[in-house]
């Protein structure tokens, strides 16, 4: 089973572009245009300008927020194989994790940031030892594929526990 979300890089690139077109426009109409000071002539121009910068902000910091990531999840062959890396401004670093499947031991998805955030937790034997890999975050898989990639993960847990 292979589960990728390629689309939503897409779609934050997207909406980045387009909220930075509509915020370009918003400011150029404060600047440029009487429609805001005969709408509310008590509120300065640069009041508007602020709050429509942090909306803008706030559009743009999101997907950071929330630490989307583009994730590739296989299950195909004799190995796991998972790579991610986070979507939106002000992030870098991708990861891969090939996990040979004799050596998995289990997985758990923690949620934090008022359960806003999900992180895949997934746990490998290496040497007689148990090691935790460092968080993956499925916040931008559809609930589907959540619980597609669970499911799967639990199936290689069930068949490590019927085994031992």
Same mark, same amino acid.
């Given at each position: 089973?292979?589960?990728?979300?390629?689309h939503?890089?897409?779609?934050?690139?997207?909406?980045?572009?387009?909220?930075?077109?509509?915020?370009?426009?918003?400011?150029y109409?404060?600047?440029?245009?009487?429609?805001?000071?005969?709408?509310?002539?008590?509120?300065?121009?640069?009041?508007?300008?602020?709050?429509?910068?942090?909306i803008?902000?706030?559009v743009?910091?999101?997907?950071?927020? @929330?630490k989307?990531?583009y =994730?590739? #999840?296989?299950d195909?062959g004799? $190995? &796991?194989?998972?790579k991610?890396?986070?979507?939106?401004?002000?992030?870098?670093?991708?990861k891969?994790?090939?996990?040979p499947?004799?050596d998995?031991?289990?997985?758990e998805?923690?949620?934090?940031?008022?359960? @806003?955030?999900?992180?895949? =937790?997934? #746990?490998?034997?290496?040497?007689? $030892? &148990?090691?935790?890999?460092?968080?993956?975050?499925?916040?931008?898989?559809?609930?589907?594929?959540?619980?597609?990639?669970?499911?799967?993960?639990?199936?290689l847990?069930?068949?490590?526990?019927?085994?031992i």
């Amino acid at each position: 089973m292979t589960i990728e979300n390629k689309h939503l890089h897409i779609i934050t690139w997207l909406r980045h572009l387009i909220s930075t077109i509509i915020y370009v426009f918003i400011v150029y109409s404060i600047y440029l245009t009487r429609f805001y000071e005969n709408l509310t002539p008590d509120i300065p121009k640069d009041c508007y300008t602020v709050i429509f910068g942090i909306i803008y902000v706030a559009v743009l910091l999101y997907p950071a927020i @929330l630490k989307f990531h583009y =994730i590739y #999840y296989s299950d195909d062959g004799d $190995k &796991i194989v998972i790579k991610t890396y986070p979507i939106g401004f002000f992030t870098s670093g991708k990861k891969t994790f090939h996990i040979p499947k004799k050596d998995f031991f289990r997985a758990e998805i923690r949620e934090s940031l008022f359960r @806003l955030r999900k992180a895949l =937790i997934i #746990y490998q034997y290496i040497n007689n $030892k &148990i090691a935790k890999y460092p968080p993956i975050y499925i916040n931008g898989l559809p609930k589907e594929d959540q619980k597609k990639i669970m499911v799967s993960l639990s199936r290689l847990m069930a068949r490590k526990t019927s085994v031992i």
